[in-house]
């Protein structure tokens, strides 16, 4: 895993190193997403007050869930319009001329999600490799309460790419578009044997599957390049363009930051993955094992 200022990751020693960078803006995107139980469970709630609880010193909290996701939109973390996401990231102070380092409580899954969102409107940034967790098995410094931003001015502007909604999945499996579906869920959900928080248990006909957890170590950092191209080979010899979903656009977001790591840049995210995609019945769907 690098730690120059170029690479997607950064470990928590190097930023710490960092700390005296005047431009440093390190923004906490946890939000509460717990595991259901029972099908439909669908709980979420912000990941503010565990941010006040104990965060890195000086942290932000991006909220993923509200001021930075389209609440008119039929499913959850939407990706809002230009407007609405320049207004939420000028709030934090998020600009080109800042240096953004994204973590979160959990499991990488929404720093990767901020990270991506961040890409799609041509700003680098960078994820804290096995995030707060990392951070605090190193013996680093916390800090309590609430932080102020100092908003900033920029006019961002949506790049090409990276993004692909409802229609351009159905356009994929009506062959009109060509592109390799997969799903960033585990095996369980990807079947269907598993309680699932959506409307129906399985996938999009048609996926490949390559559960995100798989490009992480124990310690939830993402491996090692060699490692990640061995799981992640299926996708690497695709010829087409990558689709990624999952259940929200979180764990696919992990999925396209590993495929970032080992070289791979026609990535696309499907943002309303299967809450959206589930959601209606006329749309396909199958369970078991992806073929071998």
Same mark, same amino acid.
């Given at each position: 895993?690098?730690?120059?200022?170029?690479?997607?990751?950064?470990?928590?020693?190097?930023?710490?190193?960092?700390?005296?960078?005047p431009?440093?803006?390190?923004?906490?995107?946890?939000?509460?997403?717990?595991?259901?139980?029972?099908?439909?469970?669908?709980?979420?709630?912000?990941?503010?007050?565990?941010?006040?609880?104990?965060?890195?010193?000086?942290?932000?909290?991006?909220?993923?869930?509200g001021?930075?996701?389209?609440?008119q939109?039929?499913?959850?973390?939407?990706?809002?319009?230009?407007?609405?996401?320049?207004?939420?990231?000028?709030?934090?102070?998020?600009?080109?001329?800042?240096?953004?380092?994204?973590?979160?409580?959990?499991?990488?899954f929404?720093?990767?999600r901020?990270?991506?969102?961040?890409?799609?409107?041509?700003?680098?940034?960078?994820?804290l490799?096995?995030?707060?967790?990392?951070?605090?098995?190193?013996?680093?410094p916390?800090?309590?309460?609430a932080?102020?931003a100092?908003?900033s001015?920029w006019?961002?502007?949506?790049?090409?790419? &990276?993004?692909?909604?409802?229609?351009? =999945?159905?356009?994929?499996?009506? !062959?009109?578009?060509? #592109?390799?579906?997969?799903? %960033? $869920?585990?095996?369980?959900?990807?079947?269907?044997?598993?309680?699932?928080r959506?409307?129906?248990?399985?996938?999009?006909?048609?996926?490949?599957?390559?559960?995100?957890?798989?490009?992480?170590?124990?310690?939830?950092?993402?491996?090692?390049?060699?490692a990640?191209?061995?799981?992640?080979?299926?996708? &690497?010899?695709a010829?087409?363009?990558? =689709?990624?979903?999952?259940?929200? !656009?979180?764990?696919? #977001?992990a999925?396209?930051? %590993? $495929?970032?790591l080992?070289?791979?840049?026609?990535?696309?995210?499907?943002?309303?993955?299967?809450?959206?995609?589930?959601?209606?019945?006329?749309?396909?769907?199958?369970?078991?094992?992806?073929?071998?």
């Amino acid at each position: 895993m690098s730690n120059t200022a170029n690479s997607p990751l950064i470990s928590p020693q190097a930023l710490h190193a960092a700390f005296n960078d005047p431009d440093l803006l390190i923004i906490d995107a946890t939000v509460e997403l717990p595991a259901p139980r029972f099908d439909g469970d669908y709980q979420v709630r912000s990941g503010r007050d565990g941010w006040l609880q104990a965060h890195i010193p000086g942290a932000l909290h991006a909220d993923l869930y509200g001021a930075l996701a389209d609440q008119q939109a039929s499913f959850s973390f939407a990706l809002p319009g230009i407007e609405q996401l320049a207004d939420g990231l000028t709030q934090l102070g998020i600009s080109p001329q800042r240096r953004v380092v994204i973590y979160d409580r959990n499991d990488g899954f929404w720093a990767a999600r901020l990270w991506w969102m961040l890409r799609s409107v041509g700003l680098h940034s960078q994820v804290l490799d096995g995030g707060f967790r990392a951070w605090q098995r190193a013996g680093l410094p916390e800090q309590t309460g609430a932080q102020a931003a100092q908003p900033s001015q920029w006019l961002p502007a949506f790049v090409e790419g &990276l993004w692909i909604d409802r229609a351009g =999945v159905e356009a994929v499996l009506a !062959g009109e578009r060509s #592109a390799t579906l997969v799903c %960033a $869920l585990s095996a369980g959900l990807f079947e269907g044997s598993a309680v699932t928080r959506y409307a129906r248990r399985g996938h999009i006909p048609g996926s490949l599957n390559v559960p995100a957890r798989s490009v992480l170590d124990e310690h939830g950092r993402y491996l090692e390049p060699k490692a990640l191209r061995e799981v992640l080979a299926p996708l &690497l010899q695709a010829t087409a363009p990558v =689709v990624v979903y999952c259940g929200g !656009g979180i764990s696919a #977001a992990a999925q396209a930051l %590993a $495929l970032t790591l080992v070289g791979r840049s026609d990535v696309f995210i499907y943002d309303g993955s299967l809450q959206e995609w589930a959601a209606d019945p006329r749309l396909p769907m199958t369970t078991g094992a992806a073929p071998a």
